[in-house]
């Protein structure tokens, strides 16, 4: 596509249930990156990909966050028992390689967990 | 020392006004630094890039200074659209991407 695909746009759910966001990163990008984006904070790095491969998965912040991506295309981060800190904009950014010059963030994922 | 660091502001500039703000960074070792500019409630994007011998893109400069490790951003002429944050962004090596937290600009009509 034109630019990075983010899914869902907003999410409500409930203190405890598992969640699925979505990122379709711009064709020919082989890295994809999670950032979280908590209100009036800084980005924080969760897991870069290259190709289906994670090379650095440092910044999940606890086992309950995981992320897969398949046919080095779309990318699904998974927050099981969601807890209200959880809350947050989740942003997926693709680009040729990783160097910031080339990154495009999708619009972002605003989870709500209450 | 934190990483990357900015002031988180925010700066109150008066349209017309020339502003400017830093960036500095530990890591000597650091490879390519970036602004980038944030909106309200919108994902980031890329300003521009940092090179060792500064670069200038319209009402926009950016300077390095790697002797005292820190990345400057000068906008001049600043009009109310410029009002956002501007996120600075530092490769530090071994594919490592660091983000500022922002600096916030507000320019006031």
């Known amino acids: 596509g034109a630019g990075v695909s983010q899914s869902p746009s907003n999410k409500v759910t409930e203190k405890g249930k598992d969640v699925e966001l979505r990122c379709d990163p711009i064709?020919?990008?082989?890295?994809l990156y999670w950032y979280r984006q908590s209100l009036g904070q800084g980005l924080e790095f969760l897991i870069y990909f290259q190709g289906n491969s994670a090379p650095d998965k440092s910044g999940l912040p606890s086992d309950r966050f995981s992320a897969e991506r398949t046919g080095g295309s779309v990318s699904t981060l998974t927050i099981q028992r969601t807890q209200q800190e959880d809350s947050a904009v989740y942003l997926c950014a693709s680009s040729v390689r990783r160097d910031p010059y080339g990154y495009t963030f999708g619009s972002g994922t605003r989870l709500t967990v209450v | 020392r934190k990483e990357v660091e900015q002031d988180p502001g925010p700066f109150n500039v008066p349209e017309g006004a020339t502003v400017a703000f830093n960036c500095t960074y530990s890591?000597?070792?650091?490879?390519?630094f970036f602004w980038y500019r944030q909106d309200c409630r919108k994902e980031p994007k890329l300003l521009m890039s940092v090179y060792s011998s500064g670069n200038e893109d319209g009402r926009f400069t950016a300077q390095l200074n790697r002797a005292s490790q820190y990345i400057s951003l000068l906008i001049r002429d600043s009009k109310l659209s410029d009002s956002a944050t501007y996120l600075c962004v530092v490769n530090v090596g071994d594919d490592k991407i660091i983000f500022g937290k922002g600096t916030r600009l507000h320019i006031l009509p």
């Open positions: 890591n000597s070792a650091s490879q390519s």
């Open positions: 064709s020919g990008h082989t890295a």
